[in-house]
């Protein structure tokens, strides 16, 4: 079973920042697809960001185009999402999990990923 653990969540005000983490310490996360994803209450999954193995291409929601940007660190294995310019509507709970489905370009599909961490909460105030 692969696990996955993020960090990096909490509280911040409207236009803050938050680099959120996901690490794995029993598998290499540069071998997979690894997604951040969030849920907010009410409403559905959204697939925010996701990144290919071994770093190359990327996707992100339209919502997050721009401010938010996904990213590995091959030597800590660990994936980041830095978050920029957030706003109420960022407001969720974020999960990160893995992929060993082939690369989908414009899309992180939720059903695609097998292996998922136990959430981080982030908040943002306005």
């Known amino acids: 079973q692969l696990q996955l653990v993020e960090s990096g969540g909490g509280l911040v005000q409207l236009g803050g920042s938050l680099r959120l983490s996901c690490a794995a310490s029993?598998?290499?996360?540069?071998?997979?697809?690894i997604g951040w994803f969030r849920q907010s209450p009410g409403k559905e999954r959204e697939g925010v960001s996701c990144i290919s193995p071994g770093g190359g291409p990327t996707n992100y929601a339209d919502s997050v185009q721009g401010r938010f940007t996904i990213s590995r660190d091959k030597a800590k294995n660990t994936v980041y999402l830095q978050m920029n310019s957030l706003k109420p509507e960022d407001t969720a709970v974020y999960y990160c999990a893995a992929s060993s489905s082939a690369w989908r370009w414009g899309t992180c599909l939720s059903s695609s990923y097998a292996n998922w961490g136990q959430g981080t909460q982030v908040t943002v105030s306005s």
């Open positions: 029993a598998f290499t996360l540069d071998y997979y697809t």
